[in-house]
T-cell receptor, first 112, second 115 residues
Framework: GDSVTQMEGPVTLSEEAFLTINCTYTATGYPSLFWYVQYPGEGLQLLLKATKADDKGSNKGFEATYRKETTSFHLEKGSVQVSDSAVYFCALSNFGNEKLTFGTGTRLTIIP | DAGVIQSPRHEVTEMGQEVTLRCKPISGHNSLFWYRQTMMRGLELLIYFNNNVPIDDSGMPEDRFSAKMPNASFSTLKIQPSEPRDSAVYFC?????????????FGQGTRLTVV
């Protein structure tokens, strides 16, 4: 079945550091890929997505590129802020089967 | 739109009691999902509906759990009888429909504690 493997946390960085959170997937067909973010006490919200190979999703300074050859969708940001502290989830869904399969989540803490 | 609305936000109940969680999806969304989040198992899909019909309930842990969607604007998740291991945050989410690339919008969750 479909699965998502995500970099284990927690991750602690200083403000303005470069961020990478690794995500790889296993799926049949051509899934869509997502990054969701969960701030403390809240539900998940979509951060970015990519629906086909070589697509790059971007939002709020975060980027991720859909790499079919390496089955990866790594999340990056050039300069993190304290407000980026949250839990980040990588996820996929397959066409015609819209349920999302999530990774385990990576807790990110940014210190001033 | 107010987004996905869940109630209650917090629920504390005693073991053996019935618990009902409620969800109002975003108007116009055709699909609704119930997820459970725990530290040990992360996010698990319990069940999802499309056009009020249950499509996949393979994630429902056991017969103590049941979910209904009587109309397009309301869904419930019921646990009867509840057990301490059911303690978790339960999320409801909705999306436009089964194209595989539409965004799911999550509610703020119900934190359930069974003592």
């Amino acid at each position: 079945g479909d699965s998502v493997t995500q970099m284990e946390g927690p991750v602690t960085l200083s403000e303005e550091a470069f961020l990478t959170i690794n995500c790889t997937y296993t799926a049949t067909g051509y899934p869509s890929l997502f990054w969701y973010v969960q701030y403390p006490g809240e539900g998940l919200q979509l951060l970015l997505k990519a629906t086909k190979a070589d697509d790059k999703g971007s939002n709020k300074g975060f980027e991720a590129t859909y790499r079919k050859e390496t089955t990866s969708f790594h999340l990056e940001k050039g300069s993190v802020q304290v407000s980026d502290s949250a839990v980040y989830f990588c996820a996929l869904s397959n066409f015609g089967n819209e349920k999302l399969t999530f990774g385990t989540g990576t807790r990110l803490t940014i210190i001033p | 739109d107010a987004g996905v609305i869940q109630s209650p936000r917090h629920e504390v109940t005693e073991m053996g009691q019935e618990v009902t969680l409620r969800c109002k999806p975003i108007s116009g969304h055709n699909s609704l999902f119930w997820y459970r989040q725990t530290m040990m198992r992360g996010l698990e899909l319990l069940i999802y509906f499309n056009n009020n019909v249950p499509i996949d309930d393979s994630g429902m842990p056991e017969d103590r759990f049941s979910a209904k969607m009587p109309n397009a604007s309301f869904s419930t998740l019921k646990i009867q009888p509840s057990e301490p291991r059911d303690s978790a945050v339960y999320f409801c989410a909705s999306s436009l429909g089964p194209t595989g690339n539409t965004e799911a919008f999550f509610g703020q969750g119900t934190r359930l504690t069974v003592v």
